[in-house]
């Protein structure tokens, strides 16, 4: 057991600016094969932006981006998805006219090379055997005829994770999967994530602490765009600096 | 979608049906309602390829009348200038108009929202004004007359001058391009423009590249209403710049929303009402527009999927009462 670990995605030294201000500075990030890597910091830290450079989503100003020792810096945004990173998003994006079964469908055959305009959808088999499985794996099965607007949020944000996980992806994005949910509905599916996205590499942008210590292997800081604090959960507990800025007010 | 195929026999049923009724109609009308229906199923064709770039790629488009028009004036030039073949004229109003919306597609499809619609009405407004002033090529708003040959189709003789062969070849292409539309908007290449028009950054995220989709959902509009108009100048034997404006495109967007945007069937009976409509009304008062106009605004108001939508939502109700 003594390999040494896989490297999956690496930020060198990214910059963001918008205007005069920047948003995220100087950035160094390593991500291992096989972690989940919590990304904290108060409103405005530059989480969401730093998620928006990796998925190409937002240009980096400076810097570099590698995923699995290939340069996707300057990549845009269906190409890095090709690569094989999925995101899910802070305010909920799903196919919001489409039933539950054709959101997962879709994010399915994305990863076929041709799209056929001659035949129906349902005739390739092996697509409609992966979402069935899909369906499955998020629990949403008896709900696939229903349209995603119909969910209950916390299946909503469920659903999201499903299409992501739909492009099979080696490194999972997640925008606070628990926002806007209630404590309970957070439990239920803090749940639902442990059993759907084991074994996943996992970026985890999230901001109730209890969620972020029970499932992260390790934590970023992040305060004014810059990394102030890497570590593993006791470590940045026990962090001067991150209590300073970021649990302060739950320490003092 | 997991009832698919209850669905589609059903459909071949009904499809059948109404295009034998269409066939048979010849024999107990009037030439003039033949002419009138001939130009209504044209209609109905420009509105569902409108309907493909708007109802199912989510993209309003005003530049269809461009397609339209260059679909009607490459008809026309080809037979009357360069004497080529009917059936190959036609051919060309398919692939010149694509060719166009190719052109006009590349930059349009980078631009979202207001700005892509502004842009295609510009694309339409400039086409229209060249039409307009390139009198020597175009006829101007005065426009070009033809004669289209007749020509053989495998067993069919087809003689264009003749209405009722004029009927039946625009019903078979039009009955035609509607199942080859039918059959796109369920393949996969009709999911990925159906995830391009619920939600362009989700589809982006997963992997589709939006803006080559968008643009071959753009191109093969564009060739279906090329088809539309060089469907329009054969059965006129006419082409004018007038085709060219931005406005005929109206026509197909007050179809699809009576009728209902992605759908197919929809703007098809959109097509036949607005233009049922129109043509009664026509005897009674001069302002038809005004009624079409009304009943747009009733629709949207009060029915914003349109007929189809409103009967599909009563069918749901009826269902789940019992």
């Known amino acids: 057991m003594s390999e040494t670990p896989e490297t ?13 201000l920047l948003a995220v500075n100087k950035v160094n990030l390593s991500i291992q094969k096989g972690e989940l890597r919590a990304l904290i910091g108060p409103n405005g830290a530059g989480k969401t932006t730093l ?10 100003s400076s810097g570099q981006v590698f995923f699995r020792d290939k340069e996707i810096t300057h990549l845009s945004s269906h190409q890095i998805s090709h690569r094989g990173i999925a995101r899910t998003m802070q305010i909920t994006s799903l196919f919001a006219g489409l039933t539950v079964f054709e959101n997962i469908w879709t994010a399915v055959q994305s990863r076929k090379k041709f799209f056929n305009p001659f035949i129906r959808a349902l ?26 607007s119909e969910l209950s949020y916390g299946e909503q944000r469920i659903l999201e994770m499903g299409i992501a996980l739909s492009t099979e992806p080696d490194l999972l994005l997640l925008d606070e999967p628990t926002a806007g949910l209630n404590s309970q509905e957070s439990m239920v599916l803090v749940k639902k994530m442990r059993s759907m996205l084991s074994g996943q590499t996992i970026i985890l942008v999230e901001h109730d602490m209890g969620v972020v210590m029970e499932l992260a292997d390790n934590i970023s800081v992040l305060h004014y765009g810059a990394i102030l604090a890497e570590g593993a959960p006791n470590e ?17 | 979608m997991l009832l698919d195929k209850g669905k589609s026999f059903g459909f071949i049923l009904i499809f059948s049906l109404i295009l034998l009724v269409f066939i048979a109609l010849p024999f107990f009308i009037d030439l003039f309602y033949q002419t009138f229906l001939t130009e209504l199923f044209v209609w109905m064709l420009f509105a569902i390829s409108f309907d493909l770039i708007f109802g ?29 073949n009917t059936e190959l004229a036609l051919l060309l109003s398919i692939i010149i108009p694509m060719i166009f919306s190719w052109f006009v597609g590349y930059f349009s499809v980078k631009l979202s929202g207001i700005h892509f619609v502004i842009i295609t009405i510009i694309f339409a407004l400039i086409g229209n004004i060249i039409g307009e002033t390139w009198t020597a090529f175009t006829g101007g708003s005065d426009g070009l007359t033809f004669s289209p040959p007749p020509f053989r189709l495998g067993l069919f003789k087809i003689n264009l001058m003749d209405i009722k062969g004029n009927y039946y070849f625009v019903l078979a292409l039009v009955a035609l391009s509607y199942l080859f539309l039918r059959r796109m908007v369920q393949s996969p290449l ?30 093969i509009a564009g060739g279906l209403s090329g088809l ?21 495109s109206g026509h197909a967007v007050v179809y699809t929303i009576v009728g209902g945007m992605g759908t197919l069937i929809g703007p098809v009976l959109g097509a036949g ?6 043509h009664y009304l026509i005897n009674i008062l001069q302002a038809t527009d005004l009624v079409v106009g009304i009943v747009l605004v009733f629709m949207v108001l009060m029915a914003p999927k349109g007929l189809v939508g409103l009967i599909q939502s009563k069918l749901k109700r009826g269902k789940t009462s019992v």
């Open chain 1, 8 to 20: 999956i995605l690496k930020l060198v030294e990214v910059n963001k600016a918008f205007g005069g």
């Open chain 1, 51 to 60: 998620l928006n450079l990796i998925t190409g989503t937002l240009r980096v």
């Open chain 1, 123 to 148: 005739k390739w088999q092996d697509v409609k055997e992966k979402t069935e499985s899909m369906l499955e794996l998020t629990g949403l099965k008896d709900q696939a005829q229903l349209i995603c």
């Open chain 1, 236 to 252: 940045i507990k026990e962090n001067e600096e991150v209590k300073k800025v970021y649990l302060g007010s739950e320490h003092a």
């Open chain 2, 56 to 84: 199912y790629t989510g993209l309003l488009s005003f530049g269809q009348a461009l397609f339209f028009g260059l679909g009607s004036y490459t008809v026309t030039i080809s037979i009357l200038k360069m004497g080529l």
């Open chain 2, 190 to 219: 009709g999911k990925v423009f159906i995830s391009i028009r619920e939600n362009e950054d989700r589809a982006r995220l997963i992997g589709y590249n939006v803006q080559r989709y968008k643009l071959i959902a753009f191109i």
């Open chain 2, 228 to 248: 539309a108009g060089g469907l329009y100048g054969l059965t006129l034997k006419y082409a004018a710049a007038s085709y060219l404006h931005w406005s005929v």
């Open chain 2, 273 to 278: 009402i607005v233009m049922s409509l129109e």
